[in-house]
């Protein structure tokens, strides 16, 4: 099978964020994700087992495992893999991901215990984290340097066996998968970054499949290929710099919220392929997602908020209060056609109601210094708990532990008291009703523009194989995750 990605890994080690969300092909988490909802398990022998108070979990795993390089998989490897996540030493780029874990200790080789620092019911989303031999981590040293990095060992149903970089990489079944070897024995993954380049190699037959923008997915799925899109917890925001004098005001930020048009954006920039956002939680979550938190398009009202609020309209359109001009700017990586397009989406409803976004497309290394006083498109998201999903997005205790982690600097208490909530509560009907109060709370005093979720889309060959189910995707997408997120279980069609 032939492949063409338009984005090419730093790393495969799972300790610098390789496969984070799960679905990495060399390697497994203890659970991992069904595709729809749910957790499922892999390297554990069974779901997890919670304490009472959720603090401690405790998790039995497969047996007669083994990695890649022929090693058996035991309760070692799980405690190694961990700690190295945690321990400084180690400078894991995950390592903020995992900050509720106070230790893991073996209690036999077959059985995990984890204890955290907190109650935390979302701790079985942290454990698909892909699990690395504890050899590969016996030395206490920066991950940056290790051969994980171009060499992974993993237990995951294909092995690499050449990665040239900037071109291609390919992988091959792992014989001895303990889910069985895989049907597809070898993928080739071209590297092409170029959206219209690989349509148009996709067009001549060149490739089995790839990932593309939307509207340009549907001009080439034809004559013997499919497209398919697949819906996705991954959102497009507006993160506003809450502690400047004009995108940081209360009045602000609601009539921003109003004054957007996103059923417009998603018709002209997504070709009808994504949802409304309003809050960071999808309907896809099912009983976590609140359908009353959301925001009517309503220019008229947005005008009189900012009316309301003593922001007049300048004789250019623009509004100023107390001689400060209603004017903020917005950042969207350079490289990302669509950001961009959102980006100007945004910054043309919001001059229709006397706010003036200025736009800059900036290099991923110059954002940090400039979050502080700019806005920023981003994106993020993962299907498979609403914690992760919602968190290090809105929490104020998140704040200053991340460049991306509540990037404008929000605080809210109601919505901060109620995902804490959330966190620690074990009884499914409570803790939704603490995400939709959260989201409550959120739509009352917004700290962002939520825009959309976006489908991820792909064109697919046809004919060949059985086995695609469409997946509910996280922010990362492309052929780890696509219609392939689950191609080790692929037959041939008979």
Same mark, same amino acid.
Request: proline letters at 7%.
């Given at each position: 099978?032939?492949? #063409?990605?338009?984005?090419?890994?730093d790393?495969?080690?799972?300790?610098?964020?390789?496969?984070?969300e799960?679905?990495a092909?060399?390697y497994?988490?203890?659970?991992?994700?069904?595709?729809r909802?749910a957790?499922r398990?892999?390297?554990a022998?069974e779901?997890?087992?919670?304490?009472?108070d959720?603090?401690?979990?405790?998790?039995?795993?497969?047996d007669g495992?083994?990695?890649?390089?022929?090693?058996?998989?035991d309760?070692?490897?799980?405690? @190694?893999?961990?700690?190295? #996540?945690?321990?400084p030493?180690?400078?894991?780029?995950?390592?903020s991901?995992?900050?509720?874990?106070?230790?893991?200790?073996?209690?036999?080789?077959?059985?995990?215990?984890?204890?955290?620092?907190?109650p935390?019911?979302?701790?079985?989303s942290k454990?698909v984290?892909?699990i690395?031999?504890?050899?590969?981590?016996? /030395?206490?040293?920066?991950q940056?340097?290790?051969?994980?990095n *171009?060499r992974?060992?993993?237990?995951?149903?294909y092995?690499?066996?050449?990665?040239?970089?900037?071109?291609?990489?390919t992988?091959e079944?792992n014989p001895d998968?303990?889910g069985?070897?895989?049907?597809?024995s070898?993928?080739t993954?071209?590297?092409a970054?170029?959206?219209?380049?690989?349509?148009?190699?996709?067009?001549?037959?060149?490739?089995?499949g790839?990932?593309l923008?939307?509207?340009l997915?549907?001009?080439?799925?034809r004559d013997?290929?499919? *497209?398919?899109?697949?819906?996705?917890a %991954?959102?497009?925001?507006?993160?506003?710099?809450?502690?400047?004098?004009?995108?940081? %005001?209360r009045?602000v930020?609601?009539?921003l919220?109003?004054?957007v048009?996103?059923?417009?954006?998603?018709?002209? =920039?997504?070709?009808?392929?994504?949802?409304?956002?309003?809050?960071?939680?999808?309907?896809s979550?099912?009983a976590?997602?609140?359908?009353?938190?959301?925001?009517?398009?309503?220019p008229?009202r947005?005008?009189r908020?900012?009316?309301?609020?003593?922001?007049?309209?300048?004789?250019?359109?623009?509004r100023?209060r107390?001689?400060?001009?209603?004017?903020?700017?917005v950042?969207?990586?350079?490289?990302?056609?669509l950001?961009r397009?959102?980006a /100007?989406?945004?910054?043309?409803?919001a001059?229709?109601?006397?706010?003036?976004v200025? =736009?800059?497309?900036v290099?991923?290394?110059?954002?940090?210094?400039r979050? @502080? +006083?700019d806005?920023i498109?981003?994106?993020?998201?993962?299907?498979?708990?609403? %914690?992760?999903?919602?968190? +290090? *997005?809105?929490?104020?205790?998140?704040?200053?532990?991340?460049t991306?982690?509540?990037p404008?600097?929000?605080?809210?208490?109601?919505?901060?008291?109620?995902?804490?909530s959330?966190r620690?509560?074990?009884?499914?009907a409570? /803790?939704?009703e603490?995400?939709r109060?959260a989201q409550?709370?959120?739509?009352?005093?917004p700290?962002?523009v939520y825009?959309?979720f976006?489908?991820?889309s792909?064109?697919? /060959?046809?004919?060949?194989? *059985?086995?695609?189910? @469409?997946?509910?995707?996280?922010?990362?997408?492309?052929? +780890?995750?696509?219609?392939?997120?689950?191609?080790?279980?692929?037959?041939p069609q008979a």
């Amino acid at each position: 099978m032939l492949l #063409a990605d338009g984005y090419e890994p730093d790393s495969l080690n799972p300790l610098l964020g390789y496969g984070q969300e799960g679905a990495a092909k060399f390697y497994d988490g203890l659970l991992a994700f069904d595709g729809r909802s749910a957790l499922r398990p892999a390297l554990a022998a069974e779901q997890p087992q919670a304490s009472p108070d959720a603090r401690t979990w405790t998790v039995r795993l497969r047996d007669g495992v083994r990695f890649h390089d022929g090693t058996s998989f035991d309760a070692d490897d799980v405690v @190694a893999t961990y700690r190295a #996540a945690i321990d400084p030493a180690y400078a894991s780029t995950v390592s903020s991901d995992f900050d509720m874990l106070a230790d893991v200790q073996a209690l036999d080789p077959r059985t995990v215990r984890f204890d955290l620092k907190i109650p935390y019911a979302a701790w079985p989303s942290k454990l698909v984290l892909g699990i690395v031999p504890a050899e590969k981590l016996a /030395r206490p040293e920066p991950q940056e340097n290790s051969e994980l990095n *171009t060499r992974p060992v993993g237990t995951g149903p294909y092995k690499l066996v050449d990665w040239r970089r900037g071109d291609q990489m390919t992988w091959e079944a792992n014989p001895d998968y303990w889910g069985g070897a895989p049907a597809i024995s070898r993928i080739t993954v071209v590297f092409a970054k170029d959206d219209n380049t690989r349509a148009q190699r996709l067009a001549s037959g060149e490739f089995d499949g790839t990932v593309l923008p939307p509207v340009l997915a549907e001009s080439v799925g034809r004559d013997g290929y499919r *497209t398919v899109h697949h819906s996705t917890a %991954d959102f497009r925001s507006i993160a506003l710099p809450n502690t400047h004098p004009v995108a940081g %005001d209360r009045a602000v930020r609601l009539a921003l919220n109003l004054a957007v048009n996103r059923e417009g954006m998603i018709r002209a =920039l997504l070709g009808g392929h994504g949802k409304p956002a309003y809050t960071p939680i999808p309907e896809s979550m099912g009983a976590h997602h609140e359908p009353a938190a959301r925001f009517d398009f309503d220019p008229r009202r947005a005008a009189r908020v900012l009316d309301d609020a003593g922001w007049r309209v300048g004789a250019d359109g623009i509004r100023e209060r107390g001689g400060v001009r209603a004017r903020f700017t917005v950042m969207y990586f350079a490289d990302d056609s669509l950001r961009r397009d959102l980006a /100007r989406a945004f910054a043309s409803d919001a001059q229709a109601v006397g706010i003036q976004v200025d =736009l800059a497309g900036v290099d991923r290394s110059a954002v940090p210094g400039r979050l @502080a +006083t700019d806005g920023i498109v981003l994106g993020g998201g993962n299907p498979m708990d609403p %914690d992760p999903q919602s968190y +290090t *997005t809105l929490h104020s205790s998140v704040i200053g532990t991340g460049t991306y982690n509540n990037p404008g600097r929000y605080r809210n208490a109601e919505v901060d008291a109620a995902l804490d909530s959330a966190r620690q509560e074990l009884d499914p009907a409570r /803790r939704a009703e603490y995400y939709r109060q959260a989201q409550r709370a959120y739509v009352a005093d917004p700290g962002l523009v939520y825009l959309a979720f976006i489908d991820h889309s792909y064109v697919m /060959r046809e004919g060949h194989w *059985t086995g695609y189910q @469409a997946p509910v995707e996280p922010h990362t997408h492309g052929t +780890t995750w696509g219609p392939w997120w689950n191609v080790e279980t692929w037959k041939p069609q008979a």
